[in-house]
């Protein structure tokens, strides 16, 4: 990948969430109002939704760009599936841990074995075990297509995750996406949507990020090489 090319990206993508975080950040702690029910612990619902929802996207792309590797064996792809993977991690160990601080004062425990939340901790699961795989492979064309395999398999585990609160009755976690609209307030929605591209964006620039420094790795071995 054009090096040149990721170093401005990175340079952009910098730049932008100087802004970008201070004003998702004012959206959701001060733009949107405080909860009747809930009060401020439901804040963490801005934070907690859009981080599952990058996450899942993150997973697609790194389900995606394993297929386009296994096809053409274009290394760029195996790094694109590689860096979207380990930052898709990052987000889904915040809805891990964010869900549990939102579940505590709302269910009056931090954590019940319920199907979207057993679901959601095999997932990160798959992916710690995908980053292993990265980790302790060290044939390059055997580790990207393993993790290319894994990374297509364990992309299974997301749709199972989004559907679980349709497909098992027995769930105490809200289902957000419902028909009729989930009866939340505009300003909230406001947020949520600003909050989502907040992290959409922090997922984009921790993606060119990881993709310089897996090119700088690669120069270095290059280099160690010769």
Known sequence: MNVVLLRKLDKIFSILLFFIIP????????????????????????FHVSSAWVGFFAFFITFLFSILYLVTKKVEYDDLASASAETGL?????????????????????????????STLILWFIYVGYIMLRQFMEENQKRAQFSALLGIIGFINVPIVFLSIQ??????????????????????????????FMFTVIYIGLVIRKLRIINIERQINYLELE
């Open 23 to 46: 004003l998702g950040l004012y959206f959701a702690f001060i733009y949107a109002p405080v909860e009747k029910t809930m009060g401020l612990i439901q804040k963490i619902f801005y």
């Open 90 to 118: 990052l987000f889904c160990t915040i809805v891990i841990v964010t869900g549990p601080l939102w579940a505590r004062p709302t269910w009056g425990v931090y954590w019940t074995w319920d199907a979207r939340l057993t």
């Open 167 to 196: 497909w098992w009755e027995n769930t105490i976690h809200p289902n957000v996406v419902q028909k009729g609209g989930g009866g939340m307030h505009e300003d909230m929605f406001t947020a949520m949507l600003m909050c989502l």
